[in-house]
């Protein structure tokens, strides 16, 4: 007999399993109301916290997670480093800006847009990966970044300059007029729900198993026949779109865009974020964002040190866990 | 007109070597992205700002003095930030440590001195002398004579002396190196204090020839670095010279022809073209991959 078969028979002799935690995540009551027990929570939080501040904090943390859930999958599982991604953030922000302002679309077609326009902007910068790798990558998406805020910064003619992009008007959904925080939550909520949804069914997809086949090692992968430049671009545009997404809502959230909103710091930030959290676990990113916004929220006071906390974290995680809190993988190959 | 900007070009390119030589030459080594590199050459320059306008202390001394306080500092950053990760760890993650020294001694320059532009007090001779109807300023030729007699020491110091010797080995081959007596962690300890003086020395001169210092300069310092290394081939010295020289006579006619505001980004955009024509730079050699 198969060990695997005589397990299955032991079990059905019906010994009594004991309650562990292991077998209390396996029964679907359980499942359930994990799921929906803090689904429910997220939906009544504006009605148990009406304080707009608090409210305010929580809807940076829902946009940022937004953004490293996107990084997290170039970072953690295509195993680029990107430091551009706040020019994706951005080029989905002034899209929304100008498209709003200037030809009055409607919002959702603004973010969707934002989203698309980010998607290719990521294709474009991805397709060099396939001759440009490790480090050199790196660096153009540096350039790619820098190129994006400093032409923001000079084009004055269609950016608004330095001064940027003012009197975003108040978006509206189908009818859903978005003005407090409470509704700026409940966007950014379906924005996350959205973006979880669809990254765990790419994760776990015949696709996703591929790429992070990649991951794992890049030689073997392409030796089982899986068209490793190709999925490294296509993963890179994905990661791109979600910024996109995220820079749609900055815009009409904060009603006004500037080139300083996506600078190189920012595109820092969200690495630091993402390797807190954990690279390469889906959600784990999301901690590495609570952890860090309440960071950057308890230092206020001391707003002028923010960058000297943010690097020394930085270096400290790094240097004592790579694998940062949740994460399963560190950087390999 | 046009032998003006090529002179200030070539100034600017010399000054961009220094600059680059460290960045390269720790590339070359350890294959590791010093973020910090650029924030370290503009503490070294604050240093001498501070000392030549505080203290007003001999403008040789200062600019030794500061040289040596940056080198020092990356020295520093190379023993808390990179050397635990060498071994065992892959690269990426030192680059982000790297990125996070970046920013600890960006804020704490900033603490100190502010971001503001300051000027700068010149410390070479206002003279200008005629040659061929050309009027040039002696500021320029002094500067241009320093960097490129430092990049000539560093040539022969690699080249002649042990320790130089020392460091070429361990470019070539870290495990050999180390089987051949060579102690690791000293020589590449010495590689961040060269490089950090190299780039101080740049800094100070890039600082003196437009009379102003700002903290933003840091990371442009940076940036520069890369470009210039990735363009002329990393690792090489001939290839920091090339990039140097290219990146900083480009970017004055740039300056000059085209659009200040659009400089940069033509320099990024460079960057970028180069990157996609020929990864390795223009002396690099093709790198192979192994399987």
């Known amino acids: 007999m198969k060990p695997g078969t005589q397990k299955h028979g032991k079990q059905q002799t019906g010994t009594i399993i004991p309650m562990t935690f292991k077998t209390l995540a396996k029964n679907p009551v ?37 953004l490293c859930m996107g990084l997290n999958l170039i970072l953690g599982y295509a195993g680029l480093l990107s430091l551009g991604h706040a020019a994706f953030y951005g080029l989905g922000g002034y899209t929304t800006a100008i498209l709003i302002t200037r030809c009055g679309f409607g919002f959702l077609s603004c973010l969707i847009l934002s989203g698309i326009i980010a998607l290719l902007f990521g294709i474009l910068l991805g397709l060099p990966t396939r001759k440009v790798r490790g480090d050199y990558f790196c660096l153009l998406t540096i350039a790619f970044g820098e190129i994006f805020r400093l032409v923001a910064q000079a084009w004055i003619g269609f950016t608004n300059g330095a001064m940027g992009i003012v009197g975003i008007p108040i978006p509206a959904i189908l009818g859903w007029s978005i003005r407090t925080e409470a509704d700026f939550y409940y966007l950014g909520l379906i924005l996350l729900a959205f973006t979880s949804i669809t990254l765990s069914l790419l994760v776990n997809s015949k696709f996703g198993r591929a790429f992070i086949a990649i991951r794992e090692d890049e030689l073997a992968a392409s030796v089982m026949g ?57 959600f ?36 004592f866990r790579p694998q940062g809190i949740f994460g399963t993988s560190a950087f390999k190959g | 007109m046009f032998f003006d900007v090529l002179l200030i070009g070539i100034m600017v390119g010399a000054i961009y070597t220094l600059v680059t030589i460290g960045y390269s030459m720790v590339y070359s080594i350890l294959k590791l992205m010093n973020f910090a590199h650029g924030d370290v050459y503009i503490f070294g320059t604050f240093i001498c700002y501070t000392l030549l306008e505080k203290y007003q202390l001999n403008p040789v001394l200062a600019i030794l003095v500061s040289a040596v306080l940056g080198g020092i500092l990356a020295s520093f950053v190379e023993i808390v930030a990179y050397r635990r990760l060498r071994a065992g760890q892959h690269r990426m993650i030192s680059m982000i440590t790297a990125l996070g020294a970046a920013y600890v001694i960006q804020n704490s320059n900033e603490l100190k001195w502010g971001n503001q532009v300051m000027a700068f007090p010149s410390i070479l001779s206002a003279k200008t002398f005629q040659v061929f109807g050309l009027t040039i300023p002696m500021t320029q030729i002094i500067i241009l004579a320093i960097a490129v007699g430092l990049i000539i020491l560093f040539t022969l110091f690699l080249k002649y002396h042990p320790y130089g010797k020392a460091i070429l080995c361990v470019s070539e081959d870290i495990p050999t190196a180390s089987l051949m007596g060579i102690p690791i962690n000293k020589t590449i300890t010495m590689v961040y204090f060269i490089g950090g003086m190299l780039g101080v020395a740049g800094g100070i001169l890039y600082s003196t020839s437009y009379n102003a210092v700002s903290l933003a300069m840091g990371f442009r310092g940076t940036i520069i670095a890369f470009t210039a290394a990735v363009i002329g081939g990393i690792g090489s010295l001939g290839g920091a010279l090339v990039g140097g020289m290219l990146l900083g006579i480009c970017e004055n006619f740039i300056g000059v022809y085209v659009s200040s505001s659009y400089r940069d980004p033509i320099t990024f955009l460079l960057l970028i073209v180069i990157l996609l024509v020929k990864p390795t730079g223009i002396m690099g050699a093709a790198e192979q991959t192994k399987v």
Do not use: W
């Open chain 1, 30 to 66: 359980f499942k359930t109301a994990a799921f929906l027990l803090p689904a429910l929570g997220c939906v009544l939080l504006p009605h148990v916290m009406t304080d707009t501040y608090y409210l305010g904090i929580i809807n940076y943390m829902i946009l940022y997670a937004i």
């Open chain 1, 226 to 282: 899986i068209n490793t430049a190709v999925y490294k671009i296509i993963v890179f545009g994905i990661g791109c779109f979600y910024a996109g997404l995220a820079g749609s809502y900055l815009a009409v959230y904060q009603t006004t865009v500037t080139p300083s909103n996506f600078r190189l710091e920012e595109s820092c930030l969200m690495i630091i974020m993402v390797i807190v959290g954990g690279m390469g676990s889906l």
């Open chain 1, 284 to 319: 784990a990113p999301i901690a590495g964002v609570i952890i860090m916004t309440l960071a950057t929220e308890y230092f206020r006071g001391i707003s002028e040190y923010r960058m000297l906390i943010i690097g020394v974290i930085m270096v400290a995680v790094l240097l």
